[in-house]
């Protein structure tokens, strides 16, 4: 039966099912506008930091920044209950601090620091927190996709009322392992939402060069799983479409297909020159498309904030992303005997 959980954003949701369909675009309390506009900025803040870090040699290995894809994110956390989880590939700093980690915590993990969310010894690509639900944090392309069908599995099988929110990306998209997840998530009616973020390339590969059918909502049709194209660079766009999923899975219909139609303005990692598309296609992404701005104007044209207060804001989100740098520069290495803790023998 229905337990009221509370949401991210702070409203009242329950687990129960029989309600109308959602919009395609649900219109935000002021509220709702003023969380999804820290909850982005504090991810676009981060990596920007990050950024800065890497080039100053302080991040080791690699570092896939987040940067325009942030509504995806956060319009998920928006509509997700207690105890949902959520799982990843690399490009994971975003679903971190949308999942309420330390930003100080995830920093330190990029410089490989004992205070860092996997004790140094993960780095960016691969931190973990069971209390926040977020289970990483994958290098393999696609590896997670069937790791977070395993969490739906758990989910149905303990009768928690749960939903993994399963994120990979266009690329990931060709893997064989995700079919397989597929028709097992399918048939088992799991409670999982798969959330393709189609950022247009997979490394410097776009996805009409890579995909026979380019139509990523559709990819779960012989499996009879639903599947929706979502403006993933809105992102009341993605907490409708992201609560209507939800209810679905939890309704025991089994998974749902989310489409998320987003960008990545940085190359594919840090090392990445990004010799594959014109600038003139970023830039017009940022500026006619960017989820931050879109937030932004909405606050300042219904009056619900003021430049000056926006300003504010970024200053208090810049002071908490300078001591979460702070601390990961300062905060000591891992002792050299961790080398031999958290490790299957
Ligand atoms: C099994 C496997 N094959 C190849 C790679 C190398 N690789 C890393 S990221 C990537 C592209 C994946 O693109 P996409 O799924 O679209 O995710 P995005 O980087 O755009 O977020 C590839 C091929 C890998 N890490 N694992
Ligand atoms: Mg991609």
Redesign the pocket.
């Known amino acids: 039966m229905a337990a009221a959980k509370k949401t991210s954003a702070g409203t009242s949701r329950t687990r129960s099912s029989a309600k109308k369909a959602e919009p395609a675009i649900a219109e935000f309390t002021k509220e709702e506008e003023f969380h999804a506009y820290r909850e982005m900025l504090l991810i676009r803040r981060f990596e920007e930091k990050a950024g800065q870090l890497y080039g100053m040699g302080l991040i080791g290995g690699f570092c896939?920044l987040y940067i325009g894809q942030e509504a995806v994110v956060v319009g998920m956390q928006m509509a997700k209950i207690d105890g949902d989880q959520m799982i990843t590939?690399?490009?994971d700093h975003g679903h971190m601090l949308a999942m309420d980690l330390d930003p100080k915590g995830v920093m330190a993990e990029l410089t490989g620091r004992r205070g860092g969310l996997s004790k140094g010894k993960g780095g960016s690509m691969h931190m973990f927190s069971k209390e926040k639900h977020f289970y990483g944090g994958h290098?393999?392309?696609?590896?997670q996709v069937s790791l977070g069908t395993g969490l739906g599995f758990a989910n149905k099988y303990r009768e928690n009322g749960n939903v993994c929110m399963t994120f990979?990306?266009?690329?990931?998209?060709n893997?064989g392992q995700v079919y397989e997840s597929f028709n097992m998530a399918e048939l088992w009616k799991l409670p999982v939402i798969y959330v393709i973020?189609n950022?247009k390339?997979?490394?410097g590969t776009s996805v009409e060069r890579s995909s026979s059918m380019t139509d990523l909502s559709q990819r779960g049709a012989s499996f009879n799983i639903p599947g929706e194209k979502v403006d993933g660079m809105d992102v009341r766009a993605v907490m409708a479409a992201s609560k209507k999923a939800l209810e679905w899975c939890r309704d025991g219909k089994g998974p749902y297909i989310l489409e998320m139609v987003t960008y990545?303005y940085r190359g594919?990692s840090m090392s990445d020159p990004a010799k594959y598309r014109s600038k003139d296609e970023v830039q017009k992404m940022r500026t006619e498309h960017d989820p931050i701005e879109q937030v932004r104007k909405r606050l300042l044209d219904n009056k619900w904030a003021t430049e000056d207060d926006l300003k504010g804001l970024d200053k208090d989100i810049r002071a908490r992303v300078a001591e979460a740098a702070e601390f990961a520069q300062t905060d000591p290495e891992p002792d050299a005997s961790e080398l031999y803790t958290d490790i299957l023998l």
């Open positions: 896939h590939a690399y490009r290098g393999i392309v696609g590896a990979f990306g266009d690329g990931a998209s893997q973020e950022n390339y997979g490394m990545r594919h």
